[in-house]
């Protein structure tokens, strides 16, 4: 995962602080970081470590038939004097399983760009 900002999103133009939320099937949410913030200035990117992610779940699929998992990914920016304004959302499709895919979640201006990494592997037990 990786984010990048063209944009100024403080008032006093010190940081825009930026934390994802997944919204999973039902009632699964998830928020990364769980606490804080990805605190980035003016043309500045933040790339995460390899493990990092922002959603995992383990979901028992039989051989033969299709499974779809639909997540809603929404990237915020955190304000202490007003309501958190949502940069970017989008909901993606996930075959299960699938090959590793990119996908970028950026907002209407393309001023704040995340790329994400779709990972929906096979295991047996």
Do not use: C
Request: proline share 3%; aromatic share 10%; glycine share 4%.
């Amino acid at each position: 995962m990786s984010l990048k900002t063209l944009k100024d999103y403080d008032i006093l133009g010190w940081r825009g602080e930026f934390y994802f939320k997944v919204d999973g099937p039902k009632v699964f949410k998830a928020r990364f970081p769980n606490k804080g913030t990805i605190k980035l200035q003016k043309n500045q990117e933040f790339t995460s470590r390899a493990d990092m992610s922002l959603w995992s779940q383990f979901k028992t699929v039989k051989v033969d038939d299709p499974a779809i998992e639909k997540l809603k990914v929404i990237l915020r920016e955190m304000d202490h004097l007003k309501k958190d304004e949502t940069v970017a959302e989008q909901e993606f499709e996930i075959n299960l399983p699938s090959k590793t895919q990119y996908v970028i979640l950026q907002d209407e201006k393309e001023n704040t760009k995340a790329k994400l990494r779709i990972q929906a592997t096979r295991t047996r037990y």
